[in-house]
């Protein structure tokens, strides 16, 4: 009896100190994210073009000059994929980037929803 309540108070204990921790590294991550956000921003002058317009350029020592008003703007694709699984009890819901994500995400669904049924009935039948 004794060592069953100190089990489950250690189990408490280590159940809000993950928690903590978790959180913390939410915490840590979003003020990273907005000081390197703040400092990029740094990095680019407000300087009035010859026709009295700001324009937005980078003060670097080759950009004396504002860009041309007819500059092509390029556009940039970035080569990240992503999918992803939100399980709903043993329900998943599968969204993904691209075809190959999204048939990664529904294998782990369904390994997860096996995982799920064998945890939380004792077996798979």
Same mark, same amino acid.
């Given at each position: 009896?004794?060592?069953?309540?100190?089990?489950?108070?250690?189990?408490?204990?280590?159940?809000?100190?993950? /928690?903590?921790? *978790?959180?913390?590294?939410?915490?840590?991550? %979003?003020?990273?994210?907005?000081?390197? !956000?703040?400092? +990029?921003?740094?990095?680019?002058?407000?300087?009035?073009?010859?026709?009295?317009?700001?324009?937005?350029?980078?003060?670097?020592?080759?950009?004396?000059?504002?860009?041309?008003?007819?500059?092509?703007?390029?556009?940039?694709?970035?080569? /990240?994929?992503? *999918?992803?699984?939100?399980?709903?009890?043993? %329900?998943?819901?599968?969204?993904?980037? !691209?075809?190959? +994500?999204?048939?990664?995400?529904?294998?782990?669904?369904?390994?997860?929803?096996?995982?799920?049924?064998?945890?939380?009935?004792?077996?798979?039948?």
């Amino acid at each position: 009896m004794e060592n069953e309540t100190l089990i489950e108070s250690m189990l408490f204990l280590i159940g809000i100190f993950t /928690i903590l921790i *978790g959180c913390l590294l939410i915490i840590t991550g %979003i003020v990273l994210n907005m000081f390197q !956000d703040s400092k +990029s921003r740094q990095c680019h002058s407000k300087i009035t073009g010859p026709l009295g317009r700001e324009a937005d350029f980078e003060n670097t020592p080759n950009s004396k000059r504002p860009p041309q008003e007819g500059t092509p703007v390029r556009k940039v694709e970035s080569g /990240i994929k992503a *999918g992803g699984v939100i399980m709903l009890g043993p %329900i998943p819901i599968i969204f993904g980037s !691209d075809k190959e +994500s999204a048939k990664t995400a529904a294998i782990l669904a369904i390994i997860l929803m096996l995982l799920s049924l064998l945890i939380f009935r004792g077996s798979l039948f």
